[in-house]
């Protein structure tokens, strides 16, 4: 089944160097018999491909350790999901899953447009075979899935000895137990469907250049995608940061790690572009900014890649480094920057090239106006993005010219980063009463008494709290700019929010006065006629609560570490905890005849004299790492604080554990937030009636 597969994968880079042959064929020619064949490839590929992830699932699910991809990354006592699973958790599985992703939505968009939009096709799909082509030639010459574990012989090949496989029994090294955690199911797919997605609106993008299409469906079909592939990489970097929570035992949800910012620059660049895009469709500016966004986007995606997989990074996300002996030109690293900087010198070829159809087709009026607000919010997405890859790559040109290792955290993030989150913050409040093609003070004076109103009423409440804390007091005044940051944005949250608030109901009394109906009736009617806008005000509500949950979280996360005895009580904050009893599982049996052994401490939690509940913070074993045990913690959480407790040491011959606890507030709110977030964008989905 193993070698159908290789095969599979070898005929379908055959495929793919065929269907960019066609298509070459197809763009110079026109004739539309090329265009069918290109087309049919694309399927064949994606079976192709389909069918060896197929293959890949069936021998992990299986146990084939004959294969040496599932010794690495299952076991024989791995549960079932975390064997479906260990296909992304290795970089030949997981590149397999990311050549599959493109396979399949190539072949979906290809079907979806070939009626409406097949004049830009025959570019297009040059620029998906080429895509294809590159991460077949990596699976098929560079890291292939299927390479077998035993020699023909059934003698252990020279980089895992006999010996280490007699000890393991043949039972598998098993996945990395970070990754054995049921959101690591659904973040790297959701993550993978996001920065693969963008590849879509790139090709379409490019093919609408290079044929010199200036129609409106391409553009939405566009839209579609690149909204789609927000959402994905959206709810799967929301879900990364909520493992990291649950699963790290640092209290913390977002560390500036390398691999956390490559996900969130194309997340940052695609944002601008669905904002921008919006200017494009109905005033026809920002042609360009959209181009650049789109280009940004999908290259910041395939340098994501890059930096996980090419050994330039230390991360908890990446992957191993490559064996220096590779030759330069075979490194994966090299590999990648070769396509990248291929894709980038096409797509500045056709940007140059087009540039008299790319100018706007009417001007910007006022500095006030909702056209200006979009030039503002992309000047600040883009000075976002340009921060954080800073920050990302400076260690590594670092590291060439110095030799010097050098590493950016929160101390050169949060006072760049902050500053700027806010001004988008404010900036997309005000944007959703401007005007179009003339704003002043007098078009705005209508919309901002509810919403000014709110924002000094926060005010004064955080003012007021703060002369009334003297605790508060002493805190600010060794940090002040932190203070002022939570303050402005406090104020600024409840400025957005009473905006979007009040556009709503000033929709839905409209509508119920159209109908002659009870408002109650029509709470529905803003999304039902207008999905895109109040869907959009949906997103922004939750990034709302998402601004608020990291401001005070991160102001007023309190921190404790006690030793505890069993019987004993400890207070913590407005809490407190109780050791009980400890637990375990399967610590009698021997580590290599189960997946894991837990060991547990039963706490019970009160809040004043109420109990709340029992929590179990525990620490996990894993054959692999036997050594290093795994956290996972217990947390009681409410839209006020949550208590997360950590197992941080035990004895259980003395009785005794140490404690560690975060009390930190409103961090529930990132979640919430996150929820509402994916609502509103799932409602900008929604079809409409007018283009």
């Known amino acids: 089944m193993t070698a159908l597969a290789s095969v599979a994968l070898f005929a379908a880079l055959g495929m793919s160097l065929w269907g960019a042959a066609v298509s070459i064929l197809t763009y110079r020619s026109g004739d539309r018999r090329y265009l069918m064949s290109a087309t049919r490839s694309l399927y064949a590929i994606a079976g192709l491909v389909s069918l060896s992830v197929a293959i890949l699932i069936s021998a992990l699910v299986r146990d084939d350790f004959t294969v040496k991809y599932v010794w690495e990354y299952s076991r024989t006592t791995q549960p079932l999901v975390y ?104 973040h790297p797919p959701l993550l993978y469907m996001g920065l693969v997605g963008f590849t879509i609106p790139f090709a379409f993008l490019l093919g609408a250049l290079a044929h010199k299409k200036e129609g409106t469906f391409w553009m939405r079909s566009v839209r579609n995608w690149a909204l789609f592939s927000w959402l994905s990489l959206g709810a799967g970097i929301l879900l990364g940061a909520y493992w990291a929570y649950i699963e790290l035992g640092w209290g913390g949800y977002w560390a500036w790690d390398p691999v956390e910012n490559a996900s969130f620059l194309p997340w940052l660049t695609a944002t601008a572009f669905l904002h921008s895009f919006i200017m494009q469709s109905k005033r026809g500016i920002y042609r360009i900014w959209n181009v650049c966004f789109i280009v940004a986007t999908f290259l910041l995606s395939i ?100 030799g010097r290792e050098l590493h950016h955290g929160p101390e050169y993030y949060n006072p760049r980063t902050i500053p700027i989150s806010l001004a988008i913050l404010l900036v997309m409040g005000v944007a959703s009463i401007a005007p179009w093609r003339r704003g002043g003070f007098d078009r705005y004076k209508r919309n901002l008494v509810i919403p000014g109103i709110a924002g000094f009423a926060a005010l004064g409440v955080s003012l007021a709290l703060f002369f009334l804390n003297g605790a508060m007091r002493a805190d600010a005044a060794s940090r002040p700019k932190d203070y002022f940051y939570l303050v402005a944005c406090v104020v600024f949250s409840a400025f957005v929010a ?17 109908r002659g109906a009870s408002w109650l009736l029509e709470v529905g009617a803003p999304f039902r006629e207008n999905p895109r806008r109040y869907g959009g005000y949906v997103v922004h509500l939750g990034i709302v609560f998402i601004f608020l949950g990291v401001a005070f979280s991160s102001a007023f996360q309190q921190q404790y570490q006690e030793n505890v005895k069993v019987g004993e009580a400890v207070r913590f904050g407005p809490y407190t905890a109780r050791l009980a009893s400890f637990g375990s599982k399967d610590m009698d049996k021997p580590l290599g005849d189960v997946n894991d052994q837990k060991i547990w401490a039963n706490l019970e939690l009160f809040k004043g004299d109420h109990f709340i509940g029992l929590l179990k913070p525990m620490r996990v074993f894993y054959p692999s790492s036997p050594e290093e045990p795994s956290y996972e913690v217990a947390i009681d959480s409410s839209l006020a604080r949550d208590f997360y407790a950590v197992l941080a040491g035990y004895d259980m011959s003395k009785g005794t554990a140490i404690l560690g606890v975060f009390v930190t507030p409103m961090v529930a709110w990132i979640w919430l937030g996150s929820i509402v977030l994916m609502i509103g964008g799932l409602i900008t989905l929604m079809p409409v009636k007018r283009v």
Not at 157 to 182: C, D, I, T, V
């Open 83 to 186: 064997k479906l699973t260990a296909l992304w958790g290795g970089m030949s599985g997981s590149l397999l899953f990311w050549c599959f992703l493109v396979a399949v939505f190539s072949a979906l968009a290809v079907t979806f447009n070939k009626k409406n939009n097949e004049r830009i096709l025959p570019f297009a799909t040059l620029i998906l075979f080429v895509t294809l082509a590159f991460f077949l030639i990596l699976l098929n010459f560079k890291t292939n899935p299927f390479d077998p574990l035993l020699d023909e012989s059934g003698a252990a090949l020279a980089s895992y000895p006999a010996e280490m496989l007699r000890q393991m029994k043949l039972q598998g090294n098993g996945l990395n137990p970070l990754l054995q955690n049921a959101y690591m199911a659904f």
């Open 303 to 402: 340098y994501g890649t890059y930096l996980t997989r090419s050994g330039v990074l230390q991360s908890v996300h990446a992957f191993s480094q490559e064996d220096p002996s590779v030759p330069w030109y075979f490194k994966m690293g090299n590999i990648f920057l070769g396509y990248m900087g291929a894709m980038l010198a096409v797509s500045l070829y056709l940007l140059l090239a087009r540039l008299p159809m790319l100018r706007p087709r009417s001007r910007i009026e006022s500095a006030g106006s909702r056209e200006s607000m979009v030039l503002y919010a992309n000047l600040l997405f883009a000075f976002f993005t340009l921060v954080v890859l800073f920050g990302v790559s400076s260690p590594i040109f670092y590291r060439i010219f110095t």
């Open 498 to 514: 009473a905006l979007i608030l009040e556009q709503y109901a000033r929709a839905v009394l409209a509508a119920s006065k159209r």
